[in-house]
């Protein structure tokens, strides 16, 4: 008999009428009424094949089958009842466990560095993978659990992802130092004459910056595209182009360059960076401390 056609209740019933020793004081136990209690030993008896339990007087007593049965269901029963509960608990100091996040790279370099610097004081076995998704994917990869959170731009996803806004950083200009077309101050009209570096992993279509832009009856001219702000930063070092690029992840990949950081020239919505998850993790006690964890390593909203 296959376990998926019991239904492992009945396995409750019988350990308190075995430790009762009364349908009687075993449904009091369950706070269950005596018929339902005698209805679910008896789908248990047809189930087996045995009477499991004798009315001697006013006990019932285990057959041998019963008496056989006992310690394993116990056992069985006990060790389901700790996992359940240790599902419901999560310590960072002890656990081992694995999570997957989601993240772009420019957030990915933001944020690691310190999430992990964080991981080896509270959760040293804690292990994490940091995966590229994509955006088409996440929804459903969240949903599975094979994704445990996710960090990105806001997404139109549906109610089941939750999400959180956790970063606001602004775009920056970035040009190497002493650039022609620049001298105490950036301004729209310089910012125009130049040539840009636009970095996308799309191979065709504008960047955020070009439709406000287009929006505002401006265009600007694009002598590069690539698909990683790092490898444009280093191309601007060497070059008059331009980049613009978020403001936060600019200070890091030109920390050893030499380059400028100007103000955009341009009102342009902030770029938020957001938190989601799936709502199955909504009250998950790991998931809760991991969300908190990530937050905290972006530094809030600023």
């Known amino acids: 008999m296959h376990i998926s056609r019991i239904d492992l209740n009945l396995?409750?019933?019988?350990?308190?009428?075995?430790?009762?020793?009364?349908?009687?004081?075993?449904?009091?136990?369950?706070?269950?009424?005596?018929?339902?209690?005698?209805?679910?030993?008896?789908?248990?008896?047809?189930?087996?094949?045995?009477?499991?339990?004798?009315?001697?007087?006013?006990?019932?007593?285990?057959?041998?089958?019963?008496?056989?049965?006992?310690?394993?269901?116990?056992?069985?029963?006990?060790?389901?009842?700790?996992?359940?509960?240790?599902?419901?608990?999560?310590?960072?100091?002890?656990?081992?466990?694995q999570f997957t996040l989601g993240f772009r790279d420019v957030l990915e370099s933001t944020a690691l560095p310190k999430l992990i610097n964080a991981l080896q004081t509270s959760a040293p076995q804690v292990e994490l993978a940091s995966v590229k998704v994509e955006r088409s994917e996440l929804e459903s990869e969240l949903m599975a659990g094979s994704l445990d959170l996710a960090v990105d731009v806001l997404l139109?996803?549906?109610?089941?992802?939750?999400?959180?806004?956790?970063?606001?950083?602004?775009?920056?200009?970035?040009?190497?130092?002493?650039?022609?077309?620049?001298?105490?101050?950036?301004?729209?009209?310089?910012?125009?004459?130049?040539?840009?570096?636009?970095?996308?992993?799309?191979?065709?279509?504008?960047?955020?910056?070009?439709?406000?832009?287009?929006?505002?009856?401006?265009?600007?001219?694009?002598g590069l595209r690539c698909q990683h702000y790092f490898a444009a930063s280093l191309v601007v070092s060497e070059s008059d182009l331009l980049l613009t690029m978020p403001g936060k992840y600019a200070q890091l990949a030109n920390k050893h360059l030499d380059n400028q950081i100007w103000p955009l020239p341009l009102k342009m919505p902030p770029f938020d960076v957001y938190l989601y998850w799936h709502e199955n993790a909504e009250n998950d006690p790991a998931n809760c401390w991991l969300r908190e964890l990530v937050m905290q390593c972006f530094g809030g909203i600023s």
């Open 156 to 222: 139109p996803f549906p109610a089941p992802i939750r999400r959180r806004l956790i970063s606001r950083d602004s775009m920056v200009v970035v040009a190497r130092n002493n650039h022609p077309g620049i001298k105490k101050k950036l301004t729209l009209a310089n910012y125009l004459k130049q040539n840009h570096v636009l970095v996308s992993s799309r191979r065709t279509g504008p960047g955020l910056e070009d439709l406000e832009l287009s929006r505002q009856g401006h265009q600007r001219h694009i």
């Open 11 to 97: 396995f409750v019933v019988f350990e308190a009428i075995y430790s009762e020793g009364s349908i009687t004081r075993a449904a009091k136990t369950m706070n269950l009424s005596q018929p339902a209690l005698s209805h679910a030993l008896g789908r248990l008896r047809e189930l087996l094949n045995d009477p499991l339990f004798q009315r001697l007087g006013s006990n019932m007593v285990p057959t041998p089958l019963a008496h056989s049965l006992i310690g394993q269901i116990r056992t069985a029963l006990q060790t389901l009842d700790v996992s359940v509960n240790n599902s419901r608990r999560f310590d960072p100091l002890l656990s081992s466990r």
